[in-house]
């Protein structure tokens, strides 16, 4: 039987966890609304404008386009430079100058870039494939008859965007598409296992370069 001093201890201590809870959860929360809640949709396609003003702060671009930092394509950008640990993409076809100098300054700025694409587009013209492996990025690509047609990236681990875009200039400047932000917790870990997922299957250690004559030496 437990004493009536003992059940005003048990009270007690169970009060001052969920007092504990409630702080901890008005602080993530506050937290939150200070750093700017990562949720929000964005729709392309996206008015010609100048990159350099978040691409390289502080330098003076006198190129005609307007250099407002408002639109689908600079909140994208802003987005993506944001990252500070880790930044996976996963995407069928990337062509963009922009989207490319972005992830290149992440990478240089000792951001772990890791990046899936598609094997038939990675060498299509204009591809900046080329240009991140040169630098340094790890990539890697499908092997199958299927396309590699994911279109997501991870942030530090905590923020996922995806959509219907393919990083190109066609489809920021002329296509109907549309990129959702979002940090919540089931949709990252979601697209976290299917990035390490699709990472260890397409790992070059397990490529079949000569497919053909595994079959004959069957």
């Known amino acids: 039987m437990v004493s009536p001093a003992g059940c005003w201890w048990r009270r007690l201590a169970v009060a001052a966890l969920a007092v504990s809870l409630g702080l901890e959860a008005v602080y993530r929360y506050l937290r939150r609304r200070r750093r700017g809640t ?75 870039v890791r990046v899936i694409t598609d094997s038939d587009y990675m060498a299509a013209a204009g591809s900046q494939i080329g240009a991140l492996r040169k630098a340094g ?23 996922v965007i995806t959509g219907s875009m393919n990083w190109t200039m066609q489809a920021i400047q002329t296509n109907k598409e549309n990129v959702l932000i979002t940090d919540d917790g089931v949709c990252v870990r979601a697209y976290m296992e299917e990035f390490e997922r699709l990472w260890e299957e397409y790992d070059p250690a397990g490529y079949h370069f000569f497919p053909e004559d595994d079959k004959e030496g069957a």
Do not use: W
């Not at 690509?141 to 991870?154: D, E, I, P, R, V």
């Open 38 to 112: 990562p949720r929000e949709v964005l729709f392309f396609p996206a008015p010609l404008s100048c990159s350099e003003p978040l691409l390289s702060p502080g330098t003076r671009c006198s190129c005609p386009l307007p250099h407002e930092a408002g639109g689908a394509l600079s909140q994208l950008l802003r987005r993506l430079l944001g990252a500070r640990r880790s930044l996976d993409i996963c995407v069928f076809t990337f062509s963009s100058p922009p989207l490319a100098r972005a992830v290149l300054l992440l990478h240089g700025r000792g951001v772990r």
């Open 137 to 159: 990025i790890m990539v890697r690509h499908n092997q199958t008859s299927g396309f590699m047609h994911h279109k997501f990236a991870l942030l530090d681990k905590s923020i």
